[in-house]
């Protein structure tokens, strides 16, 4: 089993950062994919950004180009989401996910592992 454990949320006003962190244990995979959601009360979760260190890739959400990078310390199994410039509508709760192996999903459903999440509001 593999668990998840987001940090680094909070209030923060508009224009202003955060940087979020999530430490996996458990299992541990050769490769493997680690992505950002946000869900809002009342909309489905969203695809924020994802990162497979051993193929390379990573990919944003054109809502957050630009102003959000993510990056992963593979040493210590950790993944970050440093996210600079944030709007009142980045308000969300963020979470966390993993999926073992080569690809770099950008669908929640093709994640098998996932955070509790951590709340983040932007005040305008």
């Known amino acids: 089993q593999v668990q998840l454990v987001e940090s680094g949320g909070g209030l923060v006003q508009a224009g202003g950062s955060l940087r979020l962190s999530c430490a996996a244990s458990g299992r541990t995979f050769s490769s493997s994919a680690m992505g950002w959601f946000r869900q809002i009360p009342g909309k489905e979760r969203e695809f924020v950004a994802a990162?497979?260190?051993?193929?390379?890739?990573?990919y944003y959400a054109d809502s957050v180009k630009g102003r959000f990078t993510i990056s992963r310390d593979s040493a210590k199994n950790t993944v970050f989401l440093q996210m600079n410039s944030l709007k009142s509508e980045d308000t969300a709760v963020y979470y966390c996910?993993?999926?073992?192996?080569?690809?770099?999903?950008?669908?929640?459903?093709?994640?098998?592992?996932w955070g509790q999440g951590t709340q983040v509001t932007v005040s305008s």
């Open positions: 990162i497979n260190w051993s193929a390379g890739r990573i």
């Open positions: 996910a993993l999926r073992p192996g080569t690809t770099t999903p950008r669908t929640q459903g093709e994640y098998d592992y």
